[in-house]
């Protein structure tokens, strides 16, 4: 998607959530307070001490409107103004007694309405919403909300699925796919001999990577993968670090792995903890042009 087709997307959103927003305004709020006499009060209850300019700021509301809302709280008994030694043109805001009552009422109303407003969605409904507005929020402030952890069994399938899609868009065969099912479905038996790590970006799978038991001393590194949309989050360079620290805490001393010579983030991640290139094998049956096979080897018995 090019950010003229998202600016159309996102202007319509904008559209549908300020209609959504005089919606709340018209049936949830008015009876003690209006939507931005709410969204103030919250502010200054949120914080021990508040000027005007940081309301402003934290709220983008015009000056000169802001100044409005507070001369009316203020004639109404909600706020109070105390002027800052040495400075007499600046002032910090906080709520009077009556204010917090104010403010508490508010919001149990709202939290009633919006009960009485959700109460239709079932909770898988539910929780798609919640995933939408984390997934929007984190994106729009670059705050993802990233976690790694340990996989399961069941965590099979999605890794299945990732490498599929992956390397669907990097021009892979079915060929390659049929690879990736067979060395999944053979570990299966063994999952317990091994280790596997599941990224988790705002709730969502999005990247993996395992540590195998192999024979004779050896240990495999499989089935690392971060879906492509959630790359530059350093959710790889996680992923690694999760392995390398497995490693260190059961004193390994034997690990290889297999990578292609396309994935040049990947290979240096190897390269950054220690493992040296020590094979290479050319492979025609994946791609329609030639994939270089690489084999990284960490021996720190050495």
Known sequence: ?????????????????????????????????????????????????????????????????????????????????????????????????????????????????????????????????????????????????????????KDLGFISDLHCRIYTEMKYKDSFQKYVFLSIANSIDSIKQSNIWIAEVDGIRVGTIAIVETNKGWWQVRWFAVDSKYQGLGIGKKLVEKVMKYIEKRNISKIFLWTVKDLSAARSLYGKNGFLLKESVTNEEWKDTIVVEEKWVLDRTK
């Open 1 to 153: 998607m090019d950010i003229k087709e998202f600016i159309g997307n996102f202007r319509g959103f904008n559209r549908y959530y300020s209609n959504l927003l005089s919606k709340f305004d018209k049936n949830l709020y008015d009876k003690l307070l209006n939507l931005v006499e709410s969204r103030v009060v919250t502010e200054i209850f949120n914080n021990v001490t508040i000027t005007a300019r940081e309301i402003s700021d934290n709220l983008n509301i015009n000056k000169s409107q802001l100044s409005r809302i507070i001369a009316q709280l203020e004639k109404k008994g909600i706020i109070e103004r105390k002027s800052i030694a040495g400075d007499k043109r600046s002032y910090t805001i906080f709520l009077t007694a009556e204010g917090k009552k104010i403010h508490q009422e508010q919001v149990e109303n709202i939290r009633k309405g919006l009960y009485e407003e959700l109460s239709g969605y079932n909770k898988k409904e539910l929780f798609l919403l919640n995933l939408a507005m984390n997934i929007f929020r984190n994106t729009y402030e670059r705050n993802h909300k990233i976690m790694i952890y340990e996989g399961k069994t």
